[in-house]
Nanobody, 121 residues
Framework: QVQLVESGGGLVQAGGSLRLSCAAS????????MGWARQAPGKEREFVATINWSGLSTHYADSVKGRFTISRDNAKNTVYLQMNSLKFEDTAVYYC??????????????WGRGTQVTVSS
């Protein structure tokens, strides 16, 4: 089982940037695809981004493509989500997730507790 702890959330003005981090512990981090999802108030959780085990392959939701960048540092067991040009509609709780596969995926088996991102308009 892998444990995931997110950090880096906060309040930012529209157009601003934030970088989320997710520290992983437990099973081997570098062998698994990772990802981020978010859940806004009153809405279902939605996929944001995923990265494969090596960091060389990524995939994004259309709503964040070109603004968000997912990356990972396997030496630090950490995955990041750089969020630029933030919009009010990006406001949500952001969750880090781990998959059991190496390739990019939208199916995750382990989740962190989430970090709140609030974008003021």
């Amino acid at each position: 089982q892998v444990q995931l702890v997110e950090s880096g959330g906060g309040l930012v003005q529209a157009g601003g940037s934030l970088r989320l981090s997710c520290a992983a512990s437990g099973r081997t981090f570098s062998s698994n695809a990772m990802g981020w999802a978010r859940q806004a108030p009153g809405k279902e959780r939605e996929f944001v981004a995923t990265i494969n085990w090596s960091g060389l392959s990524t995939h994004y939701a259309d709503s964040v493509k070109g603004r968000f960048t997912i990356s990972r540092d396997n030496a630090k067991n950490t995955v990041y989500l750089q969020m630029n040009s933030l919009k009010f509609e990006d406001t949500a709780v952001y969750y880090c997730a781990a998959a059991s596969t190496r390739a990019v995926t939208m199916n995750f088996g382990s989740w962190g507790r989430g970090t709140q991102v609030t974008v003021s308009s």
